[in-house]
């Protein structure tokens, strides 16, 4: 059965960085497009930032451009954020995907087909 296993997050302070990653059993993440989303309370699931899985492009919200880095190592199938700077604002539960039919317009990412969701791991930033 697919799963994604996550693990990285927690807390720092504003300016400070932090490194997610997420594994999967099961399946290749390279067969679909996958990911990274984000959710903040009283706030509708994000995008944060994708690989195609077509164009093997990295996509990045406007929030993440230049602070935050996606990978994807295919020898370890593992996909990973690194995620640096941050703001209060970034603090929220992240998730890992995969999936199809990922567009990205005006800076706005979207999963039109999730296959499979990672469990969330807290970010929690300090002022």
Wanted: net charge neutral; aromatic share 12%; hydrophobic share 35%.
């Amino acid at each position: 059965e697919m799963d994604i296993v996550t693990s990285g997050g927690g807390s720092v302070q504003a300016g400070g960085s932090l490194r997610l990653s997420c594994a999967a059993s099961a399946f290749a993440f390279e067969d679909y497009d996958m990911g990274w989303f984000r959710q903040a309370p009283g706030k509708e699931r994000e995008g944060v930032s994708c690989i195609g899985k077509d164009d093997g492009k990295q996509y990045y919200a406007e929030a993440a451009k230049g602070r935050f880095t996606i990978s994807h190592d295919k020898a370890k199938n593992t996909v990973s954020l690194q995620m640096n700077n941050l703001n209060p604002e970034d603090a929220a539960v992240y998730y890992c995907a995969v999936g199809f039919g990922l567009t990205y317009k005006d800076n706005y990412l979207l999963m039109k087909n999730v296959v499979r969701w990672g469990q969330g791991t807290q970010v929690t930033v300090s002022s």
